[in-house]
């Protein structure tokens, strides 16, 4: 069993790859806080709901997989959201103020929007240690 196919944790790698994306995004416009003309950008939300959605529905097994055609086969597992990549896409970012040349990034909002960005990475890495340590658990031999 491949430790990707555990649902969770896919779904718990593709928030972590938003995140990751988003701070990236965030970062570059503190870069361009003097640039003249330069709007803020950040993602769209990532949808959780979207997620599970995704990876339960009955169409999500991907093409190629091989078929159950006996009454003892596994069933094969459900395709993942693709890489973070795949679902997010980047949005002008309307903040407050906008300077004369045309600049409209604050900095203040940029350093907010990244504090609240690395808290939930870090959650999401949390939960993800905490998943993975229950497998382990699970595996583990008992009595050892």
């Known amino acids: 069993m491949d430790i990707t196919s555990v649902p ?12 990751s994306d ?18 803020a950008r950040d993602l769209k939300p990532f949808s959780f709901k979207a997620q599970v959605q995704a990876a339960t529905s009955p169409a ?14 596994m069933q094969a597992p459900s395709a993942r959201s693709g890489p973070a990549g795949a679902i997010v896409k980047t949005a002008k970012s309307p903040d407050s103020e906008e300077t004369m040349d045309g600049n409209g990034v604050v900095l203040e909002d940029q350093m907010v929007k990244l504090t609240d960005t690395r808290m939930e990475y870090d959650a999401a890495v949390g939960i993800y240690q905490q998943a993975t340590g229950f497998l382990k658990l699970a595996i583990k031999k008992p009595g050892s």
């Not at 969770?8 to 995140?19: A, E, Q």
């Not at 988003?22 to 709007?39: F, K, L, S, W």
């Open 22 to 39: 988003r701070q990236r995004i965030i970062a570059e416009n503190v870069a361009n806080a003097d640039t003249p003309g330069y709007q």
């Open 60 to 73: 999500a097994t991907p093409a190629g997989v091989m078929a159950v055609t006996q009454p003892g086969h």
């Open 8 to 19: 969770i944790l896919s779904m718990l790698k593709n928030r972590m790859g938003y995140l």
